[in-house]
């Protein structure tokens, strides 16, 4: 089941996750890396977090955490659990995102990848993602995809 973050008790498994399934992709220098992580709680307070767990009162499997900015949807970080992947978890939270912004008159998602990710590279394309530029200083690909307005 999708449903909103529960700070108190999806954080810690969230920051886990981020720590696991994103950080090592990361291109960012160690004390930067420092200051990204140290600033988590403040990031999550900003937009919206949506968390997948196995029923209600669970620990989350997986996230997704974005922001709406006018026109344009921008997907900030999502994760899956390992033991959990390939059913579907990614593809149904990025949908409840998409549709949560095309909801919202958002026209636009955006997504950043790390370079070295390509299983996530992947999962982006195969959703309609193309990938825009490469980004040399932060070491990612922009992806971009058109969003159907939702009335």
Known sequence: MIRYRRPKQD?????????KELVPYSHLPPQELKTVIKELPNRL????????SPYYEADPIAFIHFMVHGELLYIDMMAVA????????GKALMAQAENF?????CTKAKVMVDRGNTQA???????GYNTVRFIQLSQCYEMEKKLLIRV
């Open 82 to 89: 390992p033991a959990h992947r390939r059913n579907r978890h």
């Open 121 to 127: 590279h992947r999962f982006y394309r195969n959703l």
């Open 101 to 105: 912004a095309g909801s919202r008159g």
């Open 45 to 52: 307070a900003r937009g919206v977090t949506l968390v997948v």
């Open 11 to 19: 954080d810690p498994v969230i920051h886990d996750l981020i720590l």
